[in-house]
């Protein structure tokens, strides 16, 4: 898996074949947690990150759907 952020921020599997990581938000998640370095990132860091100003009622819920989507695109054969 090859992840770039300078850009677009985009993965692509060992084969070259593009991973599908939504939209915006997702990449936004995504990149927030590559700049991590490997350390835990807290929910209400990515809330705050990703909905700077008023994050909605249900940011907490919209930041889980986009972490399981990622990890659907970037994990396929993962159980």
Known sequence: M???VLGSIRATQDDGTPAPLGGPR???VLGRLVAAEGRMVTT???VD???AERP???AVGALRTFVAALRRALEPDRP
């Open 2 to 4: 090859r992840i770039e």
């Open 26 to 28: 997702h990449r936004e």
């Open 44 to 46: 209400e860091t990515l």
């Open 49 to 51: 990150d990703l909905w």
């Open 56 to 58: 909605p009622a249900r």
